[in-house]
């Protein structure tokens, strides 16, 4: 149960890697709402599904241009009722997430990743509105809290 005091080194393929399981998230969340919704409902489901498609293809290019293995997909991901008020604060949620690694992507050294994280970052905000989400005061972070929040110098 070793613990270091110093935090993790950041990496650019790391974080990559990070967004990338939050779309593959994303892709498989957003084709069950679409099979479990109608109307306004679907067709939002379905764009929202196609731009996750097309980051998640980004996102792994990205990673064997840098000899990386991209992640797979998981073979299944815990999915809500299919009642429209649990599918759409479901869709909210999935957007949330991929903000949060959107937003740790940004640290990145290489200008092309921060400029693909931060553009990445406020679609991810503008869809989660479209799903009823809220605006926080620090996208990505949790409970729009921002970096220092409830934190001493001492901590």
Do not use: C
Not at 14 to 37: F, K, N, T
Request: proline share 5%; hydrophobic share 35%.
């Amino acid at each position: 149960m070793g613990s270091s005091s110093t935090p993790e080194e950041f990496s650019d393929t790391d974080a990559l890697q990070e967004a990338l399981r939050a779309e593959h998230a994303a892709v498989y969340g957003y084709g069950y709402i679409g099979a479990h919704s109608t109307g306004a409902g679907r067709e939002r489901s379905y764009t929202s599904l196609d731009a996750h498609r097309a980051q998640r293809d980004t996102l792994r290019d990205e990673l064997v241009e840098r000899n990386a293995t991209p992640v797979a997909g998981a073979s299944a991901y815990e999915l809500p009722d299919r009642d429209d008020a649990e599918l759409t604060a479901f869709a909210a949620q999935l957007e949330e997430q991929a903000e949060q690694t959107y937003l740790q992507l940004a640290a990145s050294a290489d200008p092309w990743l921060r400029d693909l994280a931060a553009r990445s970052l406020q679609e991810a905000v503008v869809r989660r509105l479209t799903w009823g989400g809220s605006v926080t005061a620090f996208p990505g972070f949790p409970d729009g809290e921002g970096p220092q929040a409830g934190k001493s110098e001492t901590d």
